[in-house]
């Protein structure tokens, strides 16, 4: 188990502890839900690439040049 | 005529692993308030997060980031989130051995009676071949009330190891 520090910055003082069960809890929590927004991010991310792979195979189906497909899309 | 000052309020080397440091009764004393760290958690993710708590309010983080992962740009935007998530990122176990992720924080007006907007920047460049970062965030904090303490948590399910440093400086206009 991984300790937590804490500082008082008045007085000086460092506490050392043990992290509580519900510290646990919670660092956990906000692991899933970061790694959940992460995954999210991912496939909005994935998804928009498929999208710009498909537009320019069909404008390369259409006769369009490697530089002029790169001057639209990038 | 002014005389800015900059004034190590407290400063954390940890002696072992920890999964967060918190600066607690934090004067009011300065204008502002700088974060410097020195970090590395036991995960094996490059660039994890680590969370910024205020005050241990759960509520009213925004911010937009500007991240770069070796060749690979993005932009990362949360808006009343429950903690600063972007901010400050830490290298894990994929990073060269040894080294720490470079974080600074800045926060002004942090005793004021407003909302409070931050800024944010951490940097890796370790000499490995994958996992070089450095991100740079705009952060706002909705909440009018004096920031007295901050917490600094690892991300994931991680904690920092040993040797990361935390300093906490405070900043006088005159």
Known sequence: ?74 | MANPTMTLISSQTLGGTTASVTFSSIPATYNDLKLVLSTRNNEATNNEYIQIKFNSATTGYSETTLKGVQTTTYSLRTSSATYFQYALQTEGTVNTTNTFAVSEFYIPNYASATTKQVFGSVAVESNDTLNAFIFATAGFFNNSAAITSITLTSGGSASFVQYSDFYLYGIKNS
């Open chain 1, 1 to 74: 188990m991984a300790d937590v520090v804490i500082v008082d910055c008045t007085t000086g003082e460092v506490t050392t502890r043990p992290q509580t069960a519900e510290e646990i809890a919670a660092q956990k929590a906000s692991a899933a839900q970061a790694q959940a927004e992460a995954e999210a991010k991912a496939q909005v991310e994935a998804d928009a690439q498929a999208a710009k792979s498909s537009a320019i195979s069909k404008l390369a189906k259409l006769g369009l040049t490697d530089e002029e497909i790169a001057a639209l899309v990038g």
